[in-house]
């Protein structure tokens, strides 16, 4: 068995292959994406040359002779504990697997990802900024300072930009529209709270609500610590995806977009502040935070444009 003992997360993390009892240990770092995951896909591949060559006559040598696939370990396991996948990932609570692991084939899996999908935090491996503020590329960015991401079949995933979570500081609660409810574009689709105050963000597009992020009701702070990635607000169906998209903010543009909204912060700060240094020294972490004088309703009203 292979050995991959340098990380000790905790057994929920454990890899399919762990699970399935062909590694000894493996963590999973891909939030059990196994379609992109490159550990599944080079095991995967050991897997089906061992296969080969044991049709062949052949006995496979090496360290890795004895990889075989996380499906055919789960196959010869007893019919009790042949779980289904979604369970050995922790997913879903106690199914059994009724396909003989030929996932491709099973209507539950395809329903399954496709959900799952939805609630997927994206990855950044590098985010470039702007004056302080994260502004990573391919997002499209609205005036009220929400971001939209395109995702397969016409959806959009949105969030609250970096220069919008700085703008507010630590939020106490968001208060989130349910699944199938219909937001427009430019019109207030969310609202975020802090010290008994509110604010109402605008849709950057017109649609339905097919999900919202569950770990941000119990844990408003990741729309501050992740806006992009587990800080994510919804996943939208457009309804007018095209037209919408080409009044937002992207790529040169959405760089421009960001140094003027911070030139325009620098004056209303300075406003209140006198002259400030070139970085705008703490407050780029919390403006309103580090100069509540400038009023949370002339902030808000100013740059979420409600």
């Known amino acids: 068995m292979l050995n991959n003992k340098s990380k000790t997360r905790t057994v929920d993390d454990a890899c399919i292959w762990m699970k399935a009892g062909v590694v000894d240990m493996k963590i999973c770092n891909e939030h059990f994406d196994c379609m992109r995951c490159k550990y599944d896909q080079t095991l995967s591949r050991f897997a089906r040359q061992n296969a080969a060559m044991r049709v062949q006559g052949e006995v496979p040598t090496g360290k890795k002779a004895d990889i075989i696939s996380w499906q055919d370990a789960m196959r010869a ?25 030929a996932c491709h084939d099973c209507d539950f899996d ?142 040169d543009e959405a760089n421009q977009f960001i140094t003027a909204e911070s030139d325009r912060l620098f004056g209303l700060v300075e406003e209140v502040a006198g002259p400030l240094t070139a970085d705008g020294g703490q407050l780029v972490s919390d403006i309103y935070g580090n100069l509540p004088d400038l009023g949370w309703n002339r902030l808000t009203k100013a740059f979420f444009r409600g």
């Open 110 to 251: 395809q329903m399954f990802e496709d959900a799952w999908e939805l609630r997927m935090p994206m990855r950044l491996e590098e985010v470039p900024e702007i004056r302080g503020y994260k502004v990573p590329q391919g997002f499209y960015y609205h005036d009220g300072h929400a971001w939209a991401k395109l995702q397969p079949a016409g959806r959009i995933r949105i969030g609250l930009d970096d220069f919008g979570g700085k703008l507010v500081g630590p939020m106490d609660k968001l208060d989130l529209p349910k699944p199938g409810y219909e937001v427009n574009k430019n019109q207030a689709s969310w609202s975020l709270h802090r010290d008994g105050n509110m604010a109402d963000i605008l849709s950057p597009v017109d649609g339905v609500v097919l999900e919202v992020n569950p770990k941000i009701r119990k844990h408003p702070g990741l729309t501050n610590d992740e806006p992009f990635e587990g800080g994510w607000v919804m996943v939208i169906q457009a309804a007018n995806l095209k037209k919408d998209i080409k009044r937002l903010h992207f790529g």
């Open 77 to 101: 396991k007893p019919p009790q504990l042949r779980l289904c996948r979604h369970t050995l990932n922790g997913r879903v609570e106690n199914r059994h697997c009724a396909h003989n692991y």
